[in-house]
């Protein structure tokens, strides 16, 4: 007798304003290493993510949040660093936690389905 | 005052099985396609994809599933046409449905937090 297949849901999730993408997990990633390395050219590297693309997603998050997310600061060496305000660390939280239970409910109706 | 902006959440989903994607969104369309056109070639001009990836779409589900999805039938004007099985009316249903379910709880759950 043949063995039956498992099957696995996947999800991909983000969040959008009125006028485009607000987070998505490459944006969280970001914001976690800019509050890990304290500045935008190091959270980059950290991803391999360049610089221009990574100040253009802080500019873009900013921009479609209520309270920016990242607070930029500048002069010193390096060009200055950055940090998350609270409502970055807000948004990091929020959307891992949107995440893990959007996932959870996935699994379970998955398991429901025979395909 | 400024307004509170609204976000919504974007979610996409594709089932895998053990070795590799077995649906998507692009693989349910093209099966609806087969079934409405009765050949693989008009289901792929009918969303602008190419033969030979539909085709090898076909392969890849038929491969990845537990019965068939697509039964091709051979000779005939055309090259012979495509009808969707049993399972593959099934594999449709079941992705639409776990979509919507999961949109509905996402979106609830999304109206829960403040970004």
Same mark, same amino acid.
């Given at each position: 007798?043949? /063995?039956?297949? @498992?099957?696995? #849901?996947?999800?991909? #999730?983000?969040? !959008? !304003? +009125?006028?485009?993408?607000?987070?998505? #997990? &490459?944006?969280?990633?970001?914001? $976690?290493?800019? =509050?890990? +390395?304290?500045?935008?050219?190091?959270?980059?590297? $950290?991803?391999?993510?360049?610089?221009?693309?990574?100040?253009?997603?802080?500019? %873009?998050?900013?921009?479609?949040?209520?309270?920016?997310?990242? $607070? /930029?600061? #500048?002069? =010193?060496?390096?060009? =200055? &660093?950055?940090?998350?305000?609270?409502?970055?660390?807000?948004?990091? @939280?929020?959307?891992?936690?949107?995440?893990?239970?959007?996932?959870?409910?996935? %699994?379970?109706?998955?398991?429901?389905?025979?395909?």
């Amino acid at each position: 007798m043949k /063995k039956e297949k @498992k099957y696995n #849901l996947r999800v991909r #999730l983000w969040v !959008e !304003e +009125t006028n485009g993408i607000f987070l998505g #997990l &490459g944006r969280v990633i970001l914001l $976690e290493n800019i =509050g890990k +390395t304290g500045s935008i050219t190091n959270a980059a590297k $950290e991803m391999k993510m360049s610089y221009r693309q990574a100040w253009q997603f802080v500019e %873009d998050m900013n921009k479609h949040a209520n309270v920016p997310l990242v $607070e /930029k600061m #500048l002069g =010193g060496k390096n060009g =200055g &660093g950055a940090r998350l305000t609270e409502a970055g660390e807000r948004a990091v @939280k929020s959307y891992y936690t949107l995440e893990s239970k959007i996932r959870k409910f996935a %699994d379970k109706e998955t398991a429901k389905i025979k395909f």
